[in-house]
C-alpha cells in the first residue's frame, strides 16, 4: 500500500521481511534482548523500544487497553506482619491504615462500550503508604496470553477491532484475535480463563485480583523471597452466563459500573482480602515451571495463600475524569521492601506504563494531579513541562549543591531509601527464550480439569461461540490443533459444533485437578447485596411483598418492585409502591425473580412471563406464591414442577427461608439443557 497522503517520507510498504521504523531487517520478533535466557532485559534493545514506543502513543487520549473502567476509594487494614520477609510498611505495620484507589477495567472495549463483554478484567490497586505510592496493577485472571512484553502490541492488535473496518468492539471472536493465538501456544492458559466463567463476572465485587507476575519481597537484612499477591473477595468470585451477558450489553451497558457505585451508596462496602504466595527461591523447583513465567500460576495446593490483609472500598469517585480516568498506575511504583523478578513481561510492563502515562498526559506530570499524588512527601529536583504546577521553591534546581534552599539528601536502607535487591546477574546477549518456559498447555489442562461440570459445559460452549465467529477455515483448524493438547472432550465438542475433523493431541492428564481454581467449588452461598425482583400488578398482595423484602433484607439483599408503571400499585391489605417497571427493567439484571399472590393477572402480561421464563433459562431462583403460582406455570409450564431453584408455597411468609436459600445459591445448573445459555 502507498505512503499516508500529504506526508512527506517513506512509504509504509506490505511484504515478507519484518524491519525496523529504520527499515533495519529485524531477525527475532518475538524475544526481547536480555542477559541469558532468564536475565533482565536490557535497556539497550532499541527495537523493543521502538515497537513498544509506537504502541503506547496510539491513542490519545484514552487507554490502550483498560480504556472502560470504574473506581472507588477505600482503604487497607493489614491484620498479619510479613516483616519476617519484606521491609515495606503497608506489609508489616498492622497499626496502620492505608488509603487506597482500586480501578477495575474491561481490556478490549474502548470507553465506549459495554461492561459485560467477554474479556479480562483490571484491578488495579494504588497503595498511597507513608513511604510513596505502591500500585498493585493486575487482572481478575492470575496468568497472562504471552511470556514476553515484546508481543504485547501484537495480541492488543490482534484482539482490538479490525482495523479495516474497526469491528467487533469489544470482543474476541473475529479472525485476526484467533490467528494469533493460533499461532501463540503459550496463550492456551490464559484462553482457558478469559472462555470460562472469568471473562464475564458478575460484579466487579465478586471477582478475584492478582497481580499475575512473580514480585520480590526483600527484608531489612536484604533477603529475598518471591511472592504472588491476591485479592480474595468475601462475597465470593460469581459470574454471569453468556445469554445474560449479551442481553445486559444492550439492556445496561453500564451495569458493573452501575453496580459498584450502588454499592458503595447503599452502604454494602465491598471487601477483599489479600492474599500471598510466598516461595523462597531454592524452592523454586518444587513448582515444576519456571516461576518467570507469566502465564503460570503457582497451584494454591503447592504454596498456599495466607490472607494477611482486608480492602474495603468505601467511597465513590466525585468525578469521574479527574480521578478515575486520570489515576496513573505503573507497575513500577513500588515502595521499598517490594521488588521485581526477570520475568520479561514484568520488566516490559515497567516501562511500557511510564511511557504510557507520557502519552496520556503530554509530559511526566501527571504524578501532581490529586488522584495521583502520594500521601508521603515529595522532594526532588525536577521542573517544569505541560501541567507542571509545583515546583521547587528557590534557586536550587539540581543536585548536588551547597546553598541555602536545596536540602534534599539521598538515603541509606537503614533510612528507608528504596534499594534495589542485589540480583547477580550475567550472560550472553540473546534474544532467546528459556527451555523453562516452553510447557503451554499442562497448566490449561490442570484449569479445565479442575472445573466443574457446568463450568467445563461454558468453556466449551464459549469456544464454539468464538470460533465459531471465525471465517478462516485455517485459523480454525489450527485452534483446534491447540485445544486437542488441552482436553480430548473440549477439542471433540468443539470440533463438532464447527464440523471439522478433529485432531489428536497429547493433553497432560496426570496434571491432576485444584479446587481453588473452580469458582464452584470456592463460592459461600451468600443473598449478601443480590437483587431481586418482585413482579406486581393490580390486585397484589401486599403482605407477601412486604413479607420477601423483609426476608431479603435480613440476608443482606434486597427486592426491587416492579410494576405496570412507576408508583402505588393497587393492592390487597396494604400498600405497593413500584420503583421499576417491565419497560425499564429486564430479568438479566437481577439475581432472582419472586411473584407474590394476587398476580394471576399478570399470565396476561408477557413482559412479566417473560421474567420468569428468561430467569429461569438462566438458572435463577424463582419463587412464586398463592395466585402467583398461574404466572410460573405460564412461562415454565411443567419445567417448574420439582426444578431446583424453584420455590412456591402458600404465602411468601411460607417460602422466604427456602427462597433466600435459593437465592444465596447463585445459580441451580441441575436445571441447564446444554445451550448456549445455561
Known sequence: MGGVPGAPGPEVKTGDRLTSNQGVRISDDQNTLRAGTRGPSLLEDGLFREKMMHFDHERIPERVVHARGAGAHGSFRLHTSLAQFTRAKVLTDTGVTTPVFVRFSTVNGSRGSADTARDARGFATKFYTSEGVWDLVGNNIPV?????????????????????????????????????????????????????????????????????????????????????????????????????????????????????????????????????????????????????????????????????????????????????????????????????????????????????????????????????????????????????????????????????????????????????????????????????????????????????????????????????????????????????????????????????????????????TSDALSQEKTAKPSARTRKVAVLVGDGVTAADVAAIGKALHAAGGAAVVVGPHVGPVTAQGGTVTATATYLTSKSVQFDAVFVPGGTAGLVSNGDAVHFVEEAFKHDKAVGAVGTGTAVLRAALGGAAAGAAGVVTGASASAVARDFVAAVAAHRHWSRSTGAISA
Open 144 to 512: 497472562f496470553f504471552i511470556q514476553d512484553a515484546i508481543k504485547f502490541p501484537d495480541l492488543v492488535h490482534s484482539f482490538k477491532p479490525e482495523p479495516n473496518v474497526e469491528i467487533p468492539q469489544a470482543s474476541t471472536a473475529h479472525d485476526t484475535f484467533y490467528d494469533f493465538i493460533s499461532l501463540t501456544p503459550e496463550s492456551a492458559h490464559m484462553l482457558m480463563w478469559t472462555t470460562s466463567d472469568r471473562g464475564i463476572p458478575r460484579s466487579y465485587r465478586m471477582m478475584e485480583g492478582f497481580g499475575i507476575h512473580t514480585f520480590r519481597l526483600v527484608n531489612s537484612s536484604g533477603d529475598s523471597t518471591f511472592v504472588k499477591f491476591h485479592w480474595k473477595p468475601r462475597l465470593s468470585v460469581r459470574s454471569l452466563v453468556w445469554d445474560e451477558a449479551q442481553k445486559l450489553a444492550g439492556v445496561d451497558p453500564d451495569f458493573h459500573r452501575r453496580d459498584l457505585a450502588d454499592a458503595i451508596n447503599a452502604g454494602a462496602y465491598p471487601q477483599w482480602d489479600l492474599g500471598v504466595q510466598l516461595l523462597a527461591e531454592k524452592d523454586t523447583g518444587k513448582v515444576g515451571f519456571d516461576v518467570l513465567d507469566a502465564t503460570k500460576l503457582w497451584p494454591e495446593e503447592t504454596v498456599p495463600v495466607q490472607l494477611v490483609g482486608t480492602m474495603t472500598l468505601n467511597r465513590n469517585p466525585q468525578n469521574y475524569f479527574t480521578e478515575t480516568e486520570q489515576v496513573a498506575f505503573h507497575t513500577g511504583h513500588v515502595v521499598p521492601g517490594i521488588d521485581f523478578s526477570d520475568d520479561p513481561l514484568l520488566q516490559g510492563r515497567n516501562f511500557s506504563y511510564l511511557d504510557t502515562q507520557l502519552n496520556r498526559f503530554s509530559g511526566p506530570n501527571f504524578s501532581q494531579l490529586p488522584i495521583n499524588q502520594p500521601h508521603s512527601p515529595v522532594n526532588n529536583f525536577q521542573q517544569d513541562g505541560f501541567m507542571r504546577y509545583a515546583n521547587r521553591p528557590g534557586r536550587i534546581n539540581y543536585e548536588p549543591n551547597s546553598l541555602p534552599g536545596g536540602e534534599a539528601h539521598e538515603s541509606s536502607a537503614a533510612q528507608g531509601g528504596f534499594v534495589s535487591y542485589a540480583e547477580p546477574v550475567g550472560g550472553t546477549k540473546v534474544r532467546a527464550r528459556s527451555d523453562t518456559f516452553s510447557d503451554h498447555f499442562s497448566q490449561a489442562t490442570l484449569f479445565f480439569q479442575s472445573m466443574t461440570e457446568p463450568e467445563k459445559q461454558h468453556i466449551i460452549q464459549a469456544l464454539q461461540f468464538e470460533l465459531g465467529k471465525v471465517t478462516v477455515k485455517a485459523v480454525q483448524q489450527r485452534m483446534l490443533g491447540l485445544l486437542a493438547n488441552i482436553d480430548t472432550r473440549l477439542v471433540t465438542e468443539v470440533a463438532g459444533y464447527l464440523s471439522l475433523p478433529v485432531p489428536s493431541g497429547s493433553p497432560n492428564t496426570a496434571i491432576g
